[in-house]
Nanobody
Framework: QVQLVESGGGLAQSGGSLRLSCAASGSIFSIDDMVWYRQAPGNERELVAIISSGGGTDYADSVKGRFTISRDNAKNTVYLQMNSLKVDDTAEYFC??????????????WGQGIEVTVSS
């Protein structure tokens, strides 16, 4: 079993910054892609940023130049540094990791979600 725990959300003002973390624990051999999604009320879940095991990254157009995804493989943790926040960034943020378990199975695990609210 693998568990993902997110932290770092909360309230920020427009133009401010927040840093999200998502830490995985359990029967982990390695982790392939680490991904952040978000879902605003009434909207579909959308991909925000992705980082591969090799460190390659990609971002939604709406966050390019403002958000930075990074990972610490030793800690099985992915981060999302969010700068120049906008009211439209208000959403519940979820992390997903493609985990290669100690049984050598690749399984996608999701975090429980964390709220980010940006006020004007």
């Amino acid at each position: 079993q693998v568990q993902l725990v997110e932290s770092g959300g909360g309230l920020a003002q427009s133009g401010g910054s927040l840093r999200l973390s998502c830490a995985a624990s359990g029967s982990i051999f390695s982790i392939d892609d680490m991904v952040w999604y978000r879902q605003a009320p009434g909207n579909e879940r959308e991909l925000v940023a992705i980082i591969s095991s090799g460190g390659g990254t990609d971002y939604a157009d709406s966050v390019k130049g403002r958000f930075t995804i990074s990972r610490d493989n030793a800690k099985n943790t992915v981060y999302l540094q969010m700068n120049s926040l906008k009211v439209d960034d208000t959403a519940e943020y979820f992390c997903r990791m493609d985990v290669v378990t100690t049984s050598r199975l690749t399984i996608s695990y999701w975090g429980q979600g964390i709220e980010v609210t940006v006020s004007s």
